[in-house]
T-cell receptor, first 111, second 113 residues
Framework: EDQVTQSPEALRLQEGESSSLNCSYT??????LFWYRQDPGKGPEFLFT???AGEEKEKERLKATLTKKESFLHITAPKPEDSATYLC????????????FGPGTRLSVLP | NAGVTQTPKFQVLKTGQSMTLQCAQD?????MSWYRQDPGMGLRLIHY???????DQGEVPNGYNVSRSTTEDFPLRLLSAAPSQTSVYFC????????????FGQGTRLTVV
């Protein structure tokens, strides 16, 4: 059975304090590893897609990396506006669109 | 460009009532899907469609029906609401080929009492 887990469940950082979020997955036939950001009361918003072990993508203070079994979302010098829930998902099916989501990591960045 | 639009944003139903959650996208995406999000759990796929006239079941389809008569619209029907269907529902759309990113609506928060 395809599974995605994320840790930690919640993370509180001081502004400027860098850290990493983890996403571990077991799927048959990985099509892509996706990271989304979700703000309270809103739908998930796409951040990154990674397809191959060793691949990295960056956007502002965020960098996503991928290995064969897990992905990390590194947050460098976070700001309060980075506070959100970060969702990890894999797309294992033939269409590459039926995502299996992890439960998310709720990030709070304090000023 | 509106993206994915869901209505209503909030709804309270009594057990046994029926209702339709609306979803529309203006990006000409072939693929549309419905997810539910519950506390402590990831989004779970309910139903999906790869094009007009084609639908299929996801992980948690029981109690829900869908149809896809146009590319733009993908409504989700609750036939007889149950308290276990209390959740936040998200509609998503994307191009079907290549495993690209999905665009999500703002969600519908449904409470069944």
């Amino acid at each position: 059975e395809d599974q995605v887990t994320q840790s930690p469940e919640a993370l509180r950082l001081q502004e400027g304090e860098s850290s990493s979020l983890n996403c571990s997955y077991t799927v048959s036939g990985l099509r892509g590893l996706f990271w989304y950001r979700q703000d309270p009361g809103k739908g998930p918003e796409f951040l990154f897609t990674l397809y191959s072990a060793g691949e990295e993508k960056e956007k502002e203070r965020l960098k996503a990396t991928l290995t064969k079994k897990e992905s990390f979302l590194h947050i460098t010098a976070p700001k309060p506006e980075d506070s959100a829930t970060y969702l990890c998902a894999v797309g294992p099916d033939n269409y590459g669109q039926n995502f299996v989501f992890g439960p998310g990591t709720r990030l709070s960045v304090l000023p | 460009n509106a993206g994915v639009t869901q209505t209503p944003k909030f709804q309270v139903l009594k057990t046994g009532q029926s209702m339709t959650l609306q979803c529309a996208q203006d990006m000409n995406h072939e693929y549309m899907s419905w997810y539910r999000q519950d506390p402590g759990m990831g989004l779970r796929l309910i139903h999906y469609s790869v094009g007009a006239g084609i639908t299929d079941q996801g992980e948690v389809p029981n109690g829900y029906n869908v149809s896809r008569s146009t590319t733009e619209d993908f409504p989700l029907r609750l036939l007889s609401a149950a308290p276990s269907q209390t959740s936040v529902y998200f509609c998503a759309s994307s191009y079907s080929i290549g495993g690209g990113k999905a665009f999500f609506g703002q969600g519908t928060r449904l409470t069944v009492v």
